[in-house]
């Protein structure tokens, strides 16, 4: 099985890239996300590889991180989520956002996908709901508030604190990665008004 890939670029398509690894070419499918952080032609790259095998073909998917990868797989455990759907998700919202989507069931910000009806967001945000990726010891901000919560969801002083935080004109991305930070280090139970004030002072970094 392929875990990683390690060559050249050697070509792109709307949905996938070409890597040369010693003569041989892979035809990647990858979010835009993804393609959009590649290198140029020619150049050397790494990314992480999903197959998914079938009757009737074997496709490769890569990421650029193991957390994009490990959000790929969850959310292909929800019905009605195929690869291209998560693909699709992985486009508009980085592992952090989706994580921190899911912690405030947000499904608008799910439904800002391709393919991803009022229906299945619904869906999506509720069965990923306290299923956070094992990915290892990376920054809380970084994976987003779901990691950061005991439940994986938030109570209403948490949503209260990013939605103050948003009212200040942060997006919703940056409130939650700083409210994810600061729930990490002080809890969740952390009293409204402290979560903002500290939440802006991690914003302000």
Not at 53 to 71: H, M, N, P, V
Not at 150 to 165: I, Q, R, T
Request: proline share 2%; with cysteine; aromatic share 4%.
């Amino acid at each position: 099985m392929i875990g990683k890939l390690k060559g050249l670029v050697d070509g792109f398509g709307d949905d996938w890239v070409l890597i040369d690894c010693g003569g041989v070419c892979y035809q990647v499918h990858c979010s835009t996300r993804t393609l959009q952080s590649l290198p140029r032609v020619g150049e050397a790259t790494v990314v992480f590889i999903e197959t998914i095998l079938r009757e009737d073909l074997i496709r490769l998917f890569g990421f650029a991180t193991e957390a994009e990868k490990s959000w790929f797989l969850l959310l292909t455990t929800v019905q009605g989520v195929g690869a291209r759907v998560a693909l699709s998700i992985l486009s508009v919202l980085t592992p952090s956002e989706l994580s921190s989507a899911v912690a405030l069931q947000d499904k608008a910000m799910v439904g800002r996908a391709n393919g991803v009806g009022p229906k299945l967001a619904v869906r999506i945000v509720t069965e990923l709901k306290g299923k956070v990726p094992a990915i290892g010891a990376v920054d809380a901000g970084t994976l987003g508030l779901q990691s950061a919560l005991g439940e994986g969801v938030a109570s209403s002083n948490v949503a209260d604190a990013v939605s103050a935080l948003t009212n200040l004109g942060y997006s919703s991305a940056q409130a939650s990665a700083a409210l994810a930070r600061v729930v990490a280090k002080e809890g969740e139970d952390t009293a409204t008004e402290k979560l903002i004030r500290l939440g802006l002072r991690e914003l302000s970094q």
